[in-house]
């Protein structure tokens, strides 16, 4: 990048971000809690109840699923991106990596991090392979995740679901939007 392109470059990024205006801060603090939880054990309890529910809608169902184990920025941007992409999201199941939740065979490692917890979990998902990583943080409820974390296994990519959704954001700002999986 040279001179003469920064300032394109920052005015192409103002555009993309201005369909996230507005929305509110989702990445989780990297500064220590205020109080550094004792265990992590919840942080994995809230993970597997997530895993093991019959009727879980991941990242999808109502404002109150959501808030039951995303922190309410988190949660209220899901809830914003899916009504800008008629509740196609980022186009499949972050918490999951497909369009599909049918878990099986979930392995948790769960530690704790600067600003909360982590909870890596590897699964089969309709039969492949998968892996998740849950960024949490203690809030007044409890345990909550504040990011989702995966790897496409076509690309190899790491993405991070509130990048998706900035992503999403801006395609939806240029007009453009996800595509129904399905």
């Known amino acids: 990048m040279n001179r003469s392109t920064r300032p394109l470059i920052a005015g192409a990024l103002c555009l993309a971000l201005a369909g996230c205006a507005g929305m509110p801060d989702i990445w989780p603090s990297k500064a220590p809690p205020a109080a550094a939880p004792s265990s992590v054990a919840g942080a994995e309890a809230l993970i597997q109840s997530l895993f093991e529910a019959p009727d879980w809608e991941g990242t999808g169902g109502s404002r109150a699923a959501r ?76 345990w909550r995740v504040a990011d989702i974390v995966g790897t496409d296994l076509e690309t190899g990519r790491t993405w991070r679901y509130t990048n998706l959704m900035a992503e999403t954001f801006a395609a939806v700002a240029r007009g453009e939007g996800p595509r129904d999986p399905s």
């Open 67 to 142: 808030l039951g184990w995303m922190t309410p920025a988190l949660a209220e941007a899901s809830l914003r991106l899916d009504a800008a992409t008629d509740d196609i999201g980022v186009g499949m199941e972050p918490s999951v990596g497909s369009n599909y939740i049918h878990v099986t065979d979930a392995r948790y490692q769960t530690r704790a991090t600067p600003w909360g917890a982590e909870v890596h979990v590897r699964f089969l998902n309709t039969g492949q392979p998968r892996e998740t990583r849950f960024e949490l943080v203690m809030t007044d409820a409890g």
